[in-house]
């Protein structure tokens, strides 16, 4: 009898473990430390994480991936002055 008492306490245990471990989890993610149940990792970020570990590796790697993160960064800012207006001057056409 007592055996099954013991059994039920430390499934009882492992169950309340778990939880705080699941609860801790979703906590990390939420503060974007991990990827866990909730969000997933877009395949070119784990593409990129993948050169990166290789980068450390294979030294010629790490140039494809400095080249990358400059031409990402060079797609974002293309230089051209904001138009106040918030319209295209080429999209707009006077007739």
């Known amino acids: ?3 099954f008492i013991k ?3 430390w499934l009882a245990i492992a169950i309340v473990g ?3 471990i699941d609860k801790l989890l979703l ?5 974007g430390w991990i990827f866990y ?3 997933k990792p877009t395949p070119g ?3 990129n994480a993948f050169l990166e570990i290789h980068g450390l590796i294979e030294q010629g790697k790490r140039v494809i ?3 990358m993160k400059k031409a990402k960064h060079d797609e974002s800012y293309s230089g051209d002055p904001v138009n106040p207006d918030g319209f295209d001057e080429h999209s707009t ?3």
Do not use: S
Request: glycine share 8%; aromatic share 8%.
């Open 45 to 47: 970020a784990l593409g």
């Open 18 to 20: 778990l939880r705080a």
């Open 7 to 9: 059994i039920l306490v």
């Open 1 to 3: 009898m007592w055996t």
């Open 93 to 95: 056409k006077d007739k």
């Open 65 to 67: 991936v400095q080249e």
């Open 37 to 39: 149940r909730r969000n």
């Open 27 to 31: 906590w990390a993610e939420g503060r």
